[in-house]
């Protein structure tokens, strides 16, 4: 899709009251394109779009001159469709229901089988990093997955690590608008960039990277698919969940407007887990802006990989707005791989640090029920403050309260809020600078405009008595 493409959609979105945005005209125009006889009611079965707001936007469509009738492409919405959203398909690719177990390849996609003999040939497993190679018809299958949903016609795509080689075969559809393949591991990278050549694969990017630093500026918010195969720890899930959000687009602007996109794609590949780490997987999915739309198990199998069973689960996911996103986190000291998870047996010891409470007291509960702004103040006073964060949790109780955690590089920040006692508390120990302590605190009172306040702090972890001294902030 081009950028003036997705200008015009995202303007249709709105008109149309649409909060799938353009990834929902994206979803209506290709379902209409690939069966043009579908009414309303089948038109929302197969996008999951309300049928009410199909309508309005296909009304939206009608008015913008891109369709001839709200039921009806005609040739110029079908020429439109075809040069401007880049759909190839005007037909299921993949007619029947996707079925997980396919292991030949449908005649028309035979050309696939030409990356056979480059599997063979790729760099050996590297074990320190977690790395199992997926077998080919687990390739083949993800391939076809992408291509039923629509996620390969002109598409910018980015693999977050691929030592499977499964961008190969999604680059030889020549039907992406724009892959990249971001690994740590420059073997793989190496390999990648002999066989695109070899193959002739266009606009195929390769950038050596450890995702544990920040994002490079240039893969931010420019992304419309992410492909992740995580090491099987909660650790690295976090992580790469965090990482594939900022390469996600997550706004648009048009005409000096900016536009929150959401429905992006991330195809997560994760390993079965007991009850309580699937828990864990499923909170961490929803606490980074996602939402799982579809989950197969035992989609992705894997050669020689015991420790995990030999298979794992494929997680269809779709962004939804996260009000962290513009935050491009750090974990550059953090362990994620498996090894390093489990021979972490002792946290590090930190020697002295800078223990800060405050308490606020507030008149009025308009500031203290807007969870979402409340959220906003508490990471931008960290982060001006100096303070690097790690991670981010957060709760919102029934019927009100909030309650955020921010993991920090030198320790922890917590806010709570009791709406009905006019009420926030905050907490943060940091092993750090004193002034940062007092310099966060300083803007979350000047940030919260309390009518009252108290603010204290004790030093940690160093044999002092336990006594917490007044502090007096100004604003």
């Known amino acids: 899709m081009d950028t003036e493409a997705e200008e015009t959609l995202t303007i249709i979105a709105e008109r149309a009251q649409l909060a799938e945005g353009i990834e929902g005209i994206r979803s209506i125009l290709m379902t209409m394109y690939r069966f043009p006889s579908l009414k309303n009611k089948k038109l929302a079965q197969k996008t999951g779009i309300a049928i009410p707001t199909i309508a309005a936007a296909r009304s939206e469509l009608v008015k913008a001159g891109i369709i001839e009738k709200r039921n009806f492409l005609g040739e110029k919405g079908r020429e439109w469709i075809?040069?401007?959203l880049n759909l190839i398909f005007d037909y299921d690719p993949l007619p029947e229901d996707f079925d997980s177990t396919i292991k030949e390849l449908p005649e028309e996609f035979e050309y696939l089988n030409e990356i056979k003999d480059f599997l063979e040939n790729r760099p050996a497993p590297?074990?320190?990093l977690d790395q199992s190679h997926a077998d080919f018809p687990t390739i083949i299958k993800k391939t076809l997955y992408l291509l039923k949903k629509g996620d390969i016609e002109g598409r910018k795509i980015i693999f977050l690590g691929d030592d499977d080689l499964i961008s190969l075969a999604v680059g030889l559809t020549q039907l992406g608008k724009e892959i990249t393949v971001l690994d740590i591991d420059n073997r793989v990278l190496n390999f990648l960039?002999?066989?695109?050549?070899?193959?002739?694969?266009?606009?195929?990017?390769i950038l050596s990277h450890d995702l544990r630093e920040p994002c490079p500026e240039k893969i931010v918010n420019k992304y419309d698919v992410v492909m992740v195969d995580p090491p099987y720890t909660n650790e690295a899930l976090r992580l790469f969940l965090k990482r594939a959000r900022q390469v996600l687009k997550s706004n648009i602007n048009v005409n000096g407007k900016n536009y929150p996109l959401v429905g992006k794609k991330c195809l997560l590949s994760f390993g079965s887990k007991p009850p309580e780490e699937m828990q864990k997987l499923q909170l961490s999915i929803l606490d980074h802006g996602f939402i799982i739309n579809e989950m197969i198990p035992d989609f992705n199998h894997y050669e020689g990989a015991s420790i995990i069973g030999k298979f794992s689960h494929l997680y269809y996911l779709h962004s939804v707005i996260n009000p962290s996103?513009?935050?491009?986190?750090?974990?550059?000291?953090?362990?994620?791989?498996?090894?390093?998870?489990?021979?972490?047996a002792y946290p590090q010891f930190l020697p002295v640090g800078f223990h800060f409470i405050g308490e606020m007291r507030f008149t009025s509960q308009d500031l203290i029920l807007d969870n979402k702004k409340i959220h906003q103040?508490?990471?931008?006073?960290?982060?001006?403050?100096?303070?690097?964060?790690?991670?981010?949790?957060?709760?919102?109780?029934?019927?009100?309260?909030?309650?955020?955690?921010?993991?920090?590089?030198?320790?922890?920040?917590?806010?709570?809020t009791w709406p009905e006692h006019g009420y926030i508390s905050i907490d943060l120990f940091i092993c750090d600078e004193f002034k940062k302590g007092l310099k966060a605190l300083r803007l979350l009172k000047r940030s919260f405009k309390p009518k009252e306040s108290e603010f204290f702090y004790m030093e940690r972890g160093k044999g002092a008595s336990i006594e917490y001294k007044a502090l007096k902030i100004q604003n």
């Open 377 to 416: 103040i508490f990471l931008n006073s960290l982060i001006s403050a100096g303070l690097r964060i790690l991670d981010i949790y957060n709760h919102n109780y029934i019927p009100y309260g909030f309650s955020i955690i921010a993991i920090l590089e030198t320790s922890h920040a917590t806010l709570h």
């Open 325 to 344: 996103d513009k935050y491009n986190l750090s974990l550059s000291s953090h362990p994620i791989y498996t090894s390093e998870v489990k021979s972490q």
């Open 126 to 128: 590297k074990f320190s």
């Open 82 to 84: 075809r040069t401007r």
């Open 193 to 205: 960039s002999e066989s695109v050549e070899r193959l002739s694969i266009k606009n195929f990017n």
